[in-house]
């Protein structure tokens, strides 16, 4: 079964930017969409920003739109996801996902999913 491992948390200020990286264990893996979550302290999991695999379309969620940006790197077989003017809000754990159900908006069109990666925002 594929694995998922992502990178690129930490800490950074309002305002700043991080970049994270999911790495699929295959490089001929190819799901329907692969996704990306966070999951704050007390709340559920929230749908962040998704590509539709083959046609490289993209989704955001209404918190980040016009601010992340995911894409695929063919080079570096990840699927990264750049976080700019961060927020205190953006604070969570970050989780890839990816599935083959064509809800890409919900957790639960997900199948396989990464271990997670810690962002912190500080005003």
């Known amino acids: 079964q594929v694995r998922l491992v992502e990178s690129g948390g930490g800490s950074v200020q309002a305002g700043g930017s991080l970049r994270l990286s999911c790495a699929p264990s295959?490089?001929?893996?190819?799901?329907?969409?692969m996704g990306w979550f966070r999951q704050a302290p007390g709340k559920e999991r929230e749908f962040v920003a998704a590509?539709?695999?083959?046609?490289?379309?993209?989704r955001y969620g209404d918190s980040v739109r016009g601010r992340f940006t995911i894409s695929r790197d063919n080079t570096k077989n990840t699927v990264d996801l750049q976080m700019n003017f961060l927020r205190p809000e953006d604070t969570a754990v970050y989780y890839c996902?990816?599935?083959?159900?064509?809800?890409?908006?919900?957790?639960?069109?997900?199948?396989?999913w990464g271990q997670g990666t810690h962002v912190t925002v500080s005003s």
């Open positions: 996902a990816a599935g083959e159900s064509r809800t890409w908006w919900l957790s639960t069109g997900y199948n396989t």
């Open positions: 295959e490089r001929t893996f190819s799901p329907y969409a």
């Open positions: 590509l539709i695999w083959n046609v490289r379309s993209e």
